[in-house]
């Protein structure tokens, strides 16, 4: 580690992970011009012109996340030579999805044990009304933490509640294209080897203050401002906006953070036609993502009996003679 971040080195490979993290990862891939990998048990979901892993379902028409990560564990090889040799990975995953919850672990897990010196997640959380989706996205975020060296989530429930209006779609077109951004900065070093929140702007060609606003508010209905160890905000065409504006913007984050042991608030400006503004934050506490998974609240970590590999649902056939 230089400066307590997060080195990043050549050779990178982009890994996208069911349908959303395949789409990001393509779009993404050419702003760092590195390699991109697409894992899916969805042939839809691949392309033709990227290294693509299909994750064969075999008979089953809809399968579980668990039936998705036993077939998934069992790809460990194919998936292991596919990303082995490079220094570092990127995982894109939507755990909104099965896709996502199920593979994800099992691809980062893998990717841990090939030598990479960084990897690196993004994830997408459901909305909240998602009810059915929440439980797994949590318990696959709690293993994904463990696993990579840092986790970048963006929240869509979180973007929602702050901009009731939006369509889900329109949700799903904002937090792709942030992780994109975010991503076509990050030969810039500025990731932290933690839990990172990113919060997106909602409105393209919006106001900075606007989008400093709306990105603040996110951030306060997640987590606790005082909890926040350092800030990173993402201005995207920043050679547009006065630097008197930039200096205002950032003092008065720096001044939302109250606790002493908040080092800095960066900037990081990129080229755009766009003027939009990413609050990426890095927090140490729990988030609200932790109540996904209740039992993980309840029960003390120590009286935890945990695997080192997820729970799947692999296919046993066992040859029973009929004994009538």
Request: charged share 20%.
């Amino acid at each position: 580690m230089q400066d307590n971040y997060l080195q990043i080195r050549q050779p990178i490979v982009m890994v996208g992970v069911g349908g959303a993290g395949s789409k990001i990862a393509i779009d993404a891939s050419s702003s760092l011009d590195c390699k991109c990998v697409l894992i899916s048990n969805d042939k839809n979901d691949l392309n033709g012109n990227y290294e693509s892993l299909f994750i064969d379902s075999n008979s089953w028409v809809n399968p579980s996340s668990y039936k998705i990560r036993s077939f998934t564990q069992s790809s460990n090889k194919k998936i292991k030579e596919t990303i082995d040799g490079f220094k570092t990975i990127i995982v894109i995953a939507n755990l909104a999805g099965r896709s996502g919850t199920a593979m994800s672990p099992v691809v980062s897990s893998i990717a841990k044990h090939t030598g990479a010196t960084s990897i690196i997640l993004f994830a997408i959380m459901p909305f909240g009304f998602e009810k059915d989706r929440i439980f797994q996205a949590g318990v696959s975020l709690r293993r994904l933490r463990n696993i990579a060296d840092a986790t970048i989530v963006i929240d869509n429930d979180s973007l929602l509640q702050n901009s009731p209006e939006l369509s889900p779609q329109e949700c799903y077109g904002i937090t792709n294209k942030a992780i994109c951004e975010v991503i076509s900065s990050i030969s810039q070093g500025h990731i932290y080897p933690s839990m990172n929140l990113l919060f997106a702007s909602k409105k393209e060609n919006s106001s900075v203050e606007s989008s400093v606003k709306d990105s603040i508010e996110m951030l306060c209905d997640n987590v606790d401002p005082n909890s926040v160890k350092r800030a990173l905000l993402y201005v995207m065409g920043g050679e547009n906006v006065p630097i008197g504006k930039l200096n205002f913007i950032v003092n008065t984050i720096q001044a939302i953070f109250k606790d002493e042991k908040t080092p800095e608030v960066i900037l990081a400006m990129s080229n755009s036609e766009r003027t939009k503004i990413h609050l990426m934050a890095e927090v140490q506490e729990t988030t609200r993502f932790d109540r996904y998974d209740p039992l993980s609240e309840i029960i003390p970590k120590q009286n935890i009996l945990d695997w080192e590999e997820m729970d799947s649902s692999p296919d046993i056939e066992m040859m029973i003679p009929n004994l009538e």
